[in-house]
Structure formats: structure tokens, C-alpha cells
């Protein structure tokens, strides 16, 4: 059925669970993974006063290192749980991108016919304040997308 799943995280314990889930049906459905970390722009925004720019800066290449160096070690993870599990994984890290932007165009150039994701499930005013990438990946992909709460 499903030949190539794609597993979004972003490391959190709340997106293990779908890492865990999706490695549970690559295992029974013999799939590989692809598993996906995305690092989001760097909010510029937050930057003011007379010396932002150099400040920012700095602190852009600073995040930019961070972010690289927890994309390795989230992968990483990852990329072990299934070794032991015996499912063939590999591990992308985009960067500068907004995770749903990001789900949907690693999805399609590595012809992905499932993707995985975990969702808080919020409702209301949390989900307008906060957004929801998983939201705009249903909405806007054509590949089915399993979420796990």
C-alpha cells in the first residue's frame, strides 16, 4: 500500500509520538522513511534600535548553526530508531522554510505516498494564534497525511 513514508518532527515529545507511530507501519508495511526537520526563518522582526542590524547578524548566524546542529541530532534519533527497527530511513533537514511549505515540497520531490505528523489538535483562538501546520498540509496536499495526536 504505502511504499515511501515521509515523518515530519520537529523533535518534540509530542512529535515522537508520531515518529513512533509512523516507524510502526513502515515496519508492517516494509516502507522506507524519509523523515523531515525544518527550521523556520530567523524572526527578524524582533530586532530593534540603532544596532539591530549588527546584532542580528550575529544572532542569525548563531541560530542558523543551532538550528543545523539539533536538525543533525533529531534525525539522528530518528534515523537510529529505525535502523533498530529494521526500516530503511534517511534524514532532511530544510532550512528557512515554514514546516507545512516545507512537508509539502519534501513529500513531492521524494515521491512520498504517505505523510506522517503529529498535531496539538487545538481548536479556537489557539489554532488562529498559534497556526497549524498540520491544518495547511491537509488542506493542500494530495498524498495522504496520517496525523497522530
Not at 530567523?42 to 548553526?65: Q, T
Not at 496539538?120 to 495522504?144: D, F, M, N, Y
Amino acid at each position: 500500500m504505502y511504499k515511501h513514508i515521509l515523518i515530519a518532527t520537529d523533535g518534540s515529545e509530542l512529535a515522537q509520538r508520531g515518529v513512533a507511530h509512523g516507524l510502526e507501519l513502515a515496519k508492517g508495511l516494509g516502507a522506507s522513511v524519509t523523515f523531515l526537520n525544518v527550521s523556520e526563518s530567523f524572526p527578524a522582526l524582533a530586532w530593534g534600535g540603532a544596532m539591530s542590524g549588527y546584532v542580528a547578524a550575529d544572532e542569525l548566524a548563531n541560530y542558523e548553526e543551532n538550528a543545523r546542529k539539533y536538525g543533525r541530532e533529531v534525525l539522528g534519533k530518528c534515523m537510529a530508531e529505525a535502523d533498530a527497527k529494521g526500516v530503511g530511513s534517511k534524514g532532511i533537514h530544510v532550512e528557512n522554510k515554514a514546516p507545512a511549505e516545507a512537508i509539502l515540497e519534501v513529500a513531492g520531490a521524494q515521491g512520498c505516498d504517505l505523510i506522517v505528523m503529529a498535531s496539538h489538535g487545538r481548536r479556537g483562538i489557539g489554532r488562529l494564534v498559534l497556526g497549524s501546520q498540520t491544518a495547511e498540509v491537509v488542506s493542500l496536499t494530495e498524498i495522504p497525511v496520517l496525523v497522530v495526536r
